[in-house]
Nanobody, 116 residues
Framework: QVQLVESGGGLVQPGGSLRLSCAASGFTFSRYTMSWYRQAPGKERELVATVSSAGGSTNYDDSVKGRFTISRDNAKNTVYLQINSLKPEDTAVYYC?????????WGQGTQVTVSS
């Protein structure tokens, strides 16, 4: 069955960095657009970054441009989100998403907390 398993979240001080990973299985990973979303307490889930199926095209929300980098390794069926210069407002649950052929798959999320 389809699985998206996120990891790499945690508690980090402002200005710190994290690298989130999402391991995929159960579908043809290399044919799907992959994205990271986040949901802060009391807020709607929002799109953070997207990478095309081959990895050649990326897009970011304006709030994270220059600080977040999305990448993927199709040989490892894994998508990454490098997060630098973390701010308290980046605190949220981060979700991995796969989209393609009319299907949307979600992971269970990984918590990122930015606090001193």
């Amino acid at each position: 069955q389809v699985q998206l398993v996120e990891s790499g979240g945690g508690l980090v001080q402002p200005g710190g960095s994290l690298r989130l990973s999402c391991a995929a299985s159960g579908f043809t990973f290399s044919r799907y657009t992959m994205s990271w979303y986040r949901q802060a307490p009391g807020k709607e889930r929002e799109l953070v970054a997207t990478v095309s199926s081959a990895g050649g095209s990326t897009n970011y929300d304006d709030s994270v441009k220059g600080r977040f980098t999305i990448s993927r390794d199709n040989a490892k069926n894994t998508v990454y989100l490098q997060i630098n210069s973390l701010k308290p407002e980046d605190t949220a649950v981060y979700y991995c998403n796969a989209a393609g052929y009319g299907y949307y798959y979600w992971g269970q999320g990984t918590q990122v907390t930015v606090s001193s």
